[in-house]
């Protein structure tokens, strides 16, 4: 069902639900194109549910992908081209966010959430060494416990 | 009439769980039987009840019975009579009670297999279920009742949206919330436990064959709806990390946790506290995902407002019973009693890097998905986090899982030997990094890192065979001996192994298609032929054709290798009519693993029409390796049955303990 939803918003957010680069937006060098295509990935359809500009067909997503083209011809580096779209639609274009105060939870997320783990595994482990183990049941239940794990 | 008879049934449904969320509990404490016995004939005549009323429902849409509201704004009397069962559950309303019939008929598989379970733990149990229950049917009777009338009655419905038209609609639904819903047995099972104030190896028993059942579908519902949306959206993307996507998989990764925690649980009474909140956690992704998607939060913030009952209902269920098991977990878990010690390089160990592993990376899309909705609300800040971004974190934490995976099941419980595991594993690993640059040369190259990831694949595969192998002894005693032993291990050691293996397959089919997958874009006219995959696609032409409730225009395609035709497909561009809305049915065809992906595009001025095609190789692996995973699970499932029925069957008892089990 989740899926579904999924589906439908992306669907009713599509004009003609086909495809995004058109052929007559591909540059003649194969690997500037190549570059295109991955500055495209990274880079949000404004008007879109969650789709980049590479698999998006509508017409502000064609735009984007046409001004990336121009910056690439133009001879900017994949960083300058980021930079100059970003100066103009601002870092939600970007789906991959860069670095900063705003976005230092999100990136560090997977890193803090390691450290919290390993650490918490190692203050445990301290902890509990030495200590006597196993829950402690009545000989009623220790009786019934062995009959059902020897099953 | 028969519309209110079912509404009525959801109303004496709700008086039902009403009674079994009190009465079976009290009983529990006071230790009274006849109070506890509600549980098991209260929860079946829930499940009857709420069965009744979508049976009703169901019926108003296959009659097509348009002064019903729900039926009106999603069928259509034109629509093919599978859609018409399947557009049931096709909608807010209808999937809600999809989500409460599931929801029950846990409640009364619990009450039907869990005859040997202690008295107070079931009624406990059932009771939590029944708290869930009561929650979701006052969701439906006061936000989202599909038991609406309309008067007058119009004519004709508006149709079941076009994307939805599908066979995916009638399997991936209800296979997700089998998954999804199949948690809340595990989270009953944990706070029922808290509850009670003790927990040991015989609960992890019992709560693991309803976690493998519910991991099983949530697999297999998830790897469904990926493949629906790699063939209908026309873009042959398989895996978008939208948030929609990344709430069905964060209780994924979450269940895959509990999966292997519960396991040392019941094993070595270890990692108690830990597996009891990964049960509780499940189960609440479970609900944050489905009524975050519900509520539109996810989408934008604004959707929110939009339906201020659903969303505040939504929040209240949320923080009822998220909080309410936290805090609960808070209070008791302190007192449950610690379990056995292990060493850290052991089976134990092993699990625990698992679940160490499969909790960040769980948390890590929970915060991707959550960030920026969290950002906004607080400091009004947009950002994106997309694709590229959980590529990336994602990846890096995926990548030391899957080296691990294959040391896991060879080390011993307790103390193992990692330099064993490793003496068996290396030549295994020679062989996948052999295999994989044999693979790279095959396909002429790609990035060098792809090298890595195929081995890294193979690894897993090769892997969980040489668990298998070592298991039973191959080489080492006689032929007969060693198939003996073979066939006599658990069922879940079986199970275990194709687990493993289905993720090394995905793994390959992921690294395959990100790395040697080709993309052309051109403008096609009739007659024209274009090289792909080794294929040459000619295009026949465009042809206008009818549905029973769309029109299309398709193109024809015939593929040819070296000269002879293999194959032909249509590609389409179809146009629902009822709704106005266009669709693309790419043509898809399958050679071996492999798939060629035609799709249509805009006609041009001269006659033409744009067409991207994509060979795709070993795609099929990706869903395959799920496919195998499902059936690693319902492989051990099938031992766990043995077990948990066994007071009742002791004369099966029959199966020789040859190697260690699991």
Redesign the interface.
């Known amino acids: 069902m989740i899926r579904c939803l999924f589906l439908v918003l992306a669907m009713m957010l599509m004009a003609a639900p086909a495809f995004a680069v058109n052929p007559d937006e591909v540059l003649a060098d194969p690997a500037l194109e190549a570059r295109a295509r991955a500055l495209s990935a990274e880079l949000r359809c404004m008007v879109c549910q969650n789709q980049s500009i590479d698999d998006s067909n509508a017409d502000l997503a064609k735009d984007l992908r046409l001004l990336v083209r121009e910056r690439i011809t133009d001879g900017d580096s994949d960083e300058a081209v980021l930079n100059y779209i970003v100066s103009r639609y601002g870092e939600f274009v970007l789906l991959k966010p860069r670095f900063s105060m705003k976005t230092g939870l999100l990136w560090g997320a997977p890193v803090l959430l390691v450290l919290a783990g390993g650490l918490s595994l190692l203050f445990l482990a301290r902890r509990r060494a030495g200590k006597p183990t196993g829950s402690k049941l009545t000989a009623e239940e220790q009786a019934q416990l062995t009959e059902l794990l020897k099953k | 009439m028969i519309i209110e008879i079912g509404h009525y049934a959801l109303v004496l449904a709700l008086a039902t769980a009403l009674i079994l969320s009190i009465v079976p509990a009290l009983g529990a404490r006071r230790h009274d039987r006849a109070m506890m016995d509600v549980a098991t004939i209260g929860s079946l005549a829930m499940f009857s009840l709420v069965a009744f009323a979508f049976g009703v429902l169901t019926y108003a849409h296959v009659v097509s019975d348009f002064s019903v509201e729900n039926v009106w704004e999603n069928s259509h009397s034109l629509v093919p009579l599978i859609y018409k069962y399947s557009g049931v559950?096709?909608n807010h309303e209808g999937?809600m009670m999809?989500?409460l019939l599931i929801l029950t008929l846990f409640s009364a598989l619990v009450a039907v297999f869990g005859r040997n379970l202690p008295e107070t733990l079931k009624a406990n149990v059932l009771s939590v279920q029944a708290w869930i229950s009561v929650a979701f049917t006052l969701f439906i009777l006061l936000t989202s009742n599909p038991f609406l009338r309309l008067d007058p009655a119009p004519a004709e419905g508006r149709d079941l949206?076009?994307?939805?038209q599908d066979v995916g609609?009638a399997i991936?639904?209800p296979l997700?919330?089998l998954g999804y819903v199949g948690f809340s047995v595990c989270f009953s099972f944990a706070v029922a436990a808290l509850i009670e104030g003790?927990?040991?190896?015989?609960w992890a028993?019992w709560v693991r064959p309803w976690t493998l059942a519910a991991w099983t579908f949530l697999t297999l519902g998830i790897a469904m709806?990926s493949y629906?949306?790699y063939y209908?959206?026309?873009?042959g993307?398989w895996w978008?990390w939208?948030?929609?996507?990344n709430?069905?998989f964060m209780p994924w990764l979450a269940g895959t946790a509990l999966l292997h925690s519960a396991l040392v649980m019941e094993k070595r009474?270890a990692l108690k506290i830990w597996t009891v909140l990964l049960a509780i956690l499940t189960f609440s992704l479970s609900l944050m995902?489905?009524f975050l998607?519900r509520s539109g939060v996810l989408?934008s913030v604004h959707a929110f407002a939009s339906d201020p009952s659903r969303g505040v209902f939504i929040l209240c269920i949320l923080l009822i019973f998220i909080g309410g098991a936290l805090s609960l977990f808070a209070f008791r878990a302190p007192k449950l009693?610690?379990?056995?010690?292990f060493a850290?390089i052991s089976r134990e160990g092993a699990l625990?890097v698992n679940n160490?592993i499969l909790?960040?990376?769980c948390?890590?899309v929970l915060?991707?998905t959550l960030?920026p909705l969290l950002?906004e609300t607080i400091?009004g800040?947009?950002?994106?986090?997309?694709?590229?971004?959980f590529n990336?974190?994602f990846g890096?934490?995926m990548a030391p899982l899957i080296v691990i995976v294959p040391f896991g099941p060879l080390l011993a419980w307790k103390r193992g030997d990692l330099l064993g595991a490793y003496q068996r594993l290396y030549v295994v690993a020679g062989l996948a990094f052999t295999a994989a640059l044999i693979f790279f040369y095959l396909e002429q190259g790609g990035p060098v890192l792809s090298v890595l990831g195929l081995a890294a694949g193979l690894f897993l595969v090769l892997g969980a065979a040489a668990d298998l192998w070592y298991r039973a002894g191959i080489g080492k005693v006689a032929g007969n001996v060693a198939w003996r032993r073979f066939t006599g291990l658990p069922r879940s050691a079986f199970g275990s192994a194709l687990a493993h293996a289905g993720l090394g397959v995905t793994v390959l089919g992921i690294v395959a298609v990100t790395t040697f997958q080709t993309e052309h874009?051109?403008?096609m006219k009739p007659g024209a032929t274009t090289d792909a995959g080794g294929y040459s696609l000619h295009f026949d032409g465009m042809q206008p054709a009818t549905g029973p409730n769309y029109t299309e225009e398709r193109g024809h395609f015939t593929v040819r290798r070296a000269g002879v035709a293999v194959a032909d497909t249509w590609s389409a561009?179809r146009l629902y009519t009822a709704r106005q809305?266009?669709?693309?049915e790419a043509g898809i065809l399958t050679f071996g693993l492999s798939q060629l992906y035609v799709?249509?595009?805009?006609a041009t001025k001269d006659g033409g029409i744009?067409v991207?095609i994509w060979w795709k190789p070993f795609i099929l692996c990706i869903w395959g390796g799920a496919v195998l995973m499902a059936f690693g699970g319902l492989v051990s499932l099938s031992d766990r049955r043995l077990?948990v029925g066994?007071?009742r069957r002791k004369a099966k008892?029959t199966r020789p303990a040859l190697g260690p089990a699991e």
């Not at chain 2, 949206?161 to 939805?164: F, G």
């Not at chain 2, 003790?198 to 015989?202: C, F, G, N, S, W």
């Not at chain 2, 209908?232 to 873009?235: A, R, S």
């Not at chain 2, 809305?581 to 693309?584: F, G, H, I, L, V």
């Open positions: 559950w096709g999937s999809l989500w949206n076009p994307v939805l609609l991936h639904p997700l919330y003790r927990i040991d190896a015989a028993r709806g629906w949306a209908e959206l026309g873009w993307g978008f939208d948030p929609v996507e709430a069905s009474e995902g489905t998607v989408t009693s610690a379990g056995g010690l850290p625990v160490l909790t960040v990376a948390g890590t915060t991707g960030y950002l400091t800040d947009k950002i994106s986090v997309g694709p590229p971004f990336l974190t890096l934490l874009v051109i403008e561009k809305m266009p669709t693309t799709s249509l595009g805009d744009v991207r077990r066994a007071p008892q």
